[in-house]
């Protein structure tokens, strides 16, 4: 009797033995057989892609807004109305002023709070960009001069007002911003405009 249930547990399939290791292994093959499948689809060519991503970069610029275009990120509305560069300093005179180290842009907007609650417009959250994508940020004590009413710094503007403001980039006299990147605030995504 003894020897006959031994021969049983010999008998009986390694499969049932070991069902965990059974199911987990089965799971590992799908993930394989899955891989694998997905795998030999048609990957388009170097050059598909390129022509791809170009694609997708010219939509990009085509949709882009332009000057005196309202924009919107998060709670803010922007309609950037100039871009306006080779500003050796600016302030109302030699001690109310700041000299750039190349030459100040000054970027002119108009911000809408669009949302449901009072939103702090910083303009140190504003970038622009050259033609190179090189990134230059905002000069906030240079908008302390160019600003008399400090519209643009820290500006606390409750649902439905509108403040005018402008933003001073210092940048190198030889470059020009093409593109400006405006955000309601440090964290959001934000929204492109061209500046040409």
């Known amino acids: 009797m003894n020897q006959q249930m031994a ?3 010999k008998d009986k399939n390694w499969f ?12 590992f093959v799908f993930c394989i057989v899955i891989g694998v499948a997905g795998g030999g689809k048609d990957t388009p060519s170097s050059s598909n892609g390129s022509t791809a991503s170009s694609d997708s970069s010219t939509k990009a610029t085509a949709t882009m807004a332009k ?5 919107k990120d998060g709670k803010f509305e922007f309609t950037v109305t100039s871009m306006d ?6 302030g109302t005179d030699q001690y109310l002023s700041k000299t750039a180290q190349g030459q100040y842009c000054l970027l002119n907007m108009t911000v809408k709070n ?3 609650e009072a939103q702090t417009l910083d303009g140190s959250s504003q970038v622009v960009y050259n033609a190179q994508n090189q990134k230059y940020s905002a000069d906030s004590a240079a908008a302390f001069y160019v600003n008399p009413t400090n519209s643009t710094f820290l500006n606390q503007i409750n649902p439905g007002n ?4 402008v933003v001073a980039f210092d940048i190198p006299k030889d470059q020009t911003p093409v593109t400006a990147e405006l955000h309601d605030s440090s964290f959001s995504s934000g929204v492109k405009v061209s500046l040409q």
């Not at 049932?16 to 089965?26: A, Q």
């Not at 000057?67 to 924009?71: D, K, M, T, W």
Request: net charge positive; proline share 0%; charged share 15%.
């Open 7 to 9: 021969t049983n547990k």
């Open 114 to 116: 669009i949302g449901n």
């Open 16 to 27: 049932k033995r070991h069902k965990i290791l059974t199911v987990i292994g089965g799971f």
């Open 67 to 71: 000057i005196g275009e309202a924009v």
């Open 85 to 90: 560069c080779g500003h050796a300093s600016v």
């Open 162 to 165: 509108t403040v005018t403001g």
